[in-house]
């Protein structure tokens, strides 16, 4: 069982940066890969980024090029920077372990999200 929760979410102008956090508990987080998704009010959620227990990275187009996953195995955390923020950007950021797959499906455990708002 791995129990997940983000932080760092917030309100940020366009072209600004946010780090959001996402702390995992059990001893077990090595042995997953991580992604990030976000859900837009009135969209599905979609994938953002992953990272594998190599750290081997991948990227929504959307994104690419301005976030950036990683992650820190002796502090049982991942992050995802982002950088020039868009105001298409905001939505709520859910953290989730499992499977190395941009897929929400194949994803086995979840946080509860943090709100990312962008204003133009």
């Known amino acids: 069982q791995v129990q997940l929760v983000e932080s760092g979410g917030g309100l940020v102008q366009a072209g600004g940066s946010l780090r959001l956090s996402c702390a995992a508990s059990?001893?077990?987080?090595?042995?997953?890969?991580m992604g990030w998704f976000r859900q837009a009010p009135g969209k599905e959620r979609e994938f953002v980024a992953r990272i594998s227990r190599s750290g081997s990275t991948y990227y929504a187009d959307s994104v690419k090029g301005r976030f950036t996953i990683s992650r820190d195995n002796a502090k049982n955390t991942v992050y995802l920077q982002m950088n020039s923020l868009k105001p298409e950007d905001t939505a709520v950021y859910y953290c989730?372990?499992?499977?190395?797959?941009?897929?929400?499906?194949?994803?086995?455990?979840w946080g509860k999200g943090t709100l990312v708002t962008v204003s133009s």
């Open positions: 059990g001893r077990t987080f090595s042995s997953y890969a």
């Open positions: 989730a372990a499992g499977a190395y797959t941009s897929r929400p499906g194949g994803m086995d455990y």
